[in-house]
């Protein structure tokens, strides 16, 4: 099995730019998750889907920010415009199942740098 | 709304002492509790679970966790830290059927050689 797959590692780009994060999660696995980690806030839920369906976006930090899962297989998070607060490492992670007792396997994250 | 607390936000020790990591969470239901570690510049793994069952839970490399309900805890421990176990701990907690983990807000350990 080869984990969750995040891409890209490392991402360096300048205020404004538009920046897409992608996740690949394991396969079987029907719950995804966007997790945002930083010094100050440490590690925050932005969204998670179920059987690639949006369920709770509540902790999506405003409109630049945008989801999306089109298939079991692959998902986005999308910054436009990107601002320099933005900057922090992005986790993906998925689950095999709903239920609450099964353990999320996370990917490597995305270190995004706003300039 | 569900809480988890990490009191101790950094802890330094030698190596082969004993480790003990505070986690509360506020919620009255079934909870389901994690442990997480994240060494440096990786992603989180999981340490150990507690869902049911014995409270004491044993996770790799020699950690445990004790889920007290009536104190609302799960506390990590392990008798003897290595330099290797240098990296941060996360707490997390998830209730009933919900997909959604609450994370504290971690305890950066340095273990000094």
């Known amino acids: 099995d080869a984990g969750v797959i995040q891409s890209p590692r490392h991402e360096v780009t300048e205020m404004g730019q538009e920046v897409t994060l992608r996740c690949k999660p394991i396969?079987?696995?029907?719950?995804l998750f966007w997790y945002r980690q930083t010094m100050m806030r440490g590690l925050e839920l932005l969204i998670y889907?179920?059987?690639?369906?949006?369920?709770?976006d509540s902790g999506m930090p405003e409109d630049r920010f945008s989801a999306k899962m089109p298939n079991a297989s692959f998902s986005t998070l999308k910054i436009q415009p990107s601002e320099p607060r933005d900057s922090a490492v992005y986790f993906c992670?998925?689950?095999?199942?709903?239920?609450?007792?099964?353990?999320?396997?996370f990917g490597d994250g995305t270190r995004l740098s706003i300039l | 709304a569900q809480s988890v607390s990490q009191h101790n936000h950094h802890v330094i020790l030698s190596e082969a002492a004993s480790l003990e990591l505070g986690c509360n969470y506020s919620?009255?239901?079934?909870?389901?509790l994690f442990w997480y570690v994240q060494y440096p510049g990786q992603h989180l793994q999981l340490l150990l679970k507690?869902?049911?069952?014995?409270?004491l839970v044993k996770g790799i490399k020699g950690f445990e966790a004790e889920f007290i309900k009536s104190k609302f805890s799960f506390n990590l421990r392990k008798p003897s830290v290595q330099w290797s176990d240098t990296a941060e701990y996360f707490c997390?907690?998830?209730?009933?059927?919900?997909?959604?983990?609450?994370f504290g807000t971690g305890t950066l350990l340095a273990v000094q050689p």
């Open positions: 992670a998925s689950r095999p199942d709903r239920g609450g007792n099964q353990p999320q396997h």
């Open positions: 396969s079987g696995h029907n719950s």
């Open positions: 889907f179920n059987n690639n369906v949006p369920i709770d």
């Open positions: 919620y009255g239901g079934t909870v389901n």
């Open positions: 507690y869902f049911s069952g014995d409270p």
């Open positions: 997390a907690v998830s209730s009933g059927a919900t997909n959604k983990l609450i």
